[in-house]
């Protein structure tokens, strides 16, 4: 029973940096950094594609204010 609680928290959503449009602006860290972090050269990198589901409407944010329009979500 417990094990169907980690299934339904481990998220259905799916996110993912195109590399070749990222720029390095970091407004995904600031918005969600649970998510959103750097590599080395100070592009995003995602900490993990399964969105948790409490930090869904923090992704869809960084979705909607990413100046490169490079963050993609999969449902
Ligand atoms: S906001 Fe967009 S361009 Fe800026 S670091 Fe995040 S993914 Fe890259």
């Known amino acids: ?3 169907e609680g980690l299934s339904a928290a481990s998220g259905r959503v799916k996110v993912r940096v195109e590399s070749d449009r990222c720029q390095g602006h970091g ?3 600031l918005l969600c950094p649970e998510v959103f ?3 080395d050269q100070g592009f ?3 900490v993990d594609e399964r969105v948790p589901p409490h930090l869904e409407d923090d992704v869809e944010r960084a979705v909607s204010n990413c100046p490169e329009l490079a963050i993609r979500v999969e449902r």
């Open 44 to 46: 995003a990198r995602i």
């Open 1 to 3: 029973m417990a094990r």
């Open 37 to 39: 972090q750097f590599d």
């Open 27 to 29: 407004q995904c860290n």
